[in-house]
């Protein structure tokens, strides 16, 4: 397996992942022209891609999808209510409310908590390799867990530090939205769910979805790397995804 973190943050996100049968998005928040772009520079022809599975509907996840959707057609894996908040008719697309395969790509959707009318965290595996992909939520159920545990690449969301959004310039309204259990995963619980779920499968993290306003990637790593040390959890490699520039293609 494969995976590229295309763009991440809160102007725009979207992944690449890859198996020997399949290659995938997961959401399409930049503009088509970028996405295409961005998978060019790791030798992926866009024409390539066979399916987008959508995490959510707001903006910075789907904004790009109906031109790419135009140009490519790959088909959208997405549930009913989520496709209800699209304003424009997707053609090609399955409903994915529980697992799924296609392929050699086995889907395990984990159900997250955001204010949207639904929304989806992945468990991607394939010939006993896994990734798993949350992005977007304001907690992770604890029944979950065992889904989600040892798995050999994480891609989860860090969104803030807690005392920077204090302390900024939101308004107080927007800062209990993103606090809430319909916002987003703060750099301390990431650290947490992380020190709960890695194991010695696992080779990579990579934390996404950093806010440009309230976070810092170095807080970010900080905070992960000690809650790992304080947890005696062996801390395998972590990378931290930009706005503006694609991670590496990682394989496992």
Do not use: W
């Not at 090609?92 to 204010?115: P, Q």
């Not at 308004?171 to 939205?177: D, G, I, S, T």
């Not at 990579?204 to 440009?212: A, K, T, V």
């Not at 809650?227 to 801390?235: I, Q």
Request: aromatic share 8%; glycine share 6%; hydrophobic share 35%.
């Amino acid at each position: 397996m494969k995976i590229c973190v295309l763009a991440s943050g809160s102007k725009g996100n979207s992944s690449y992942i890859e198996t020997d049968e399949t290659k995938s998005l997961i959401d399409l928040g930049m503009s088509a022209g970028y996405t295409a772009k961005a998978l060019k520079n790791i030798g992926v022809d866009p024409s390539e891609i066979q399916r987008v599975f959508i995490t959510h509907t707001h903006s910075d996840h789907v904004a790009g999808l109906k031109v790419f959707l135009k140009k490519y057609n790959p088909i959208v894996y997405l549930t009913k209510r989520m496709e209800e908040e699209i304003d424009f008719e997707i053609e090609d697309k399955v409903y994915i409310d529980g697992d799924i395969k296609i392929d050699d790509l086995n889907v395990t959707v984990i159900k997250t908590s955001h204010d949207t009318a639904d929304s989806n965290g992945y468990v991607f595996s394939s010939l006993g390799k896994s990734i798993v992909y949350i992005t977007d939520t304001g907690y992770i159920n604890v029944r979950n867990f065992d889904k989600l545990k040892n798995k050999n690449i994480y891609v989860l969301e860090s969104n803030h530090d807690v005392r920077l959004l204090r302390e900024g310039k939101y308004p107080y309204y927007l800062q209990q939205r993103i606090l809430s259990d319909k916002g987003h995963l703060s750099n301390k619980d990431s650290a947490y769910y992380l020190s709960e779920f890695i194991g010695d499968k696992t080779k990579e993290i990579i934390l996404i979805h950093l806010s440009e306003e309230n976070n810092k990637p170095e807080l970010a790593l900080k905070t992960l790397l000690d809650t790992l040390d304080k947890k005696g959890v062996k801390v395998p490699s972590v990378l931290i995804a930009d706005q503006k520039e694609s991670t590496e293609l990682i394989e496992i």
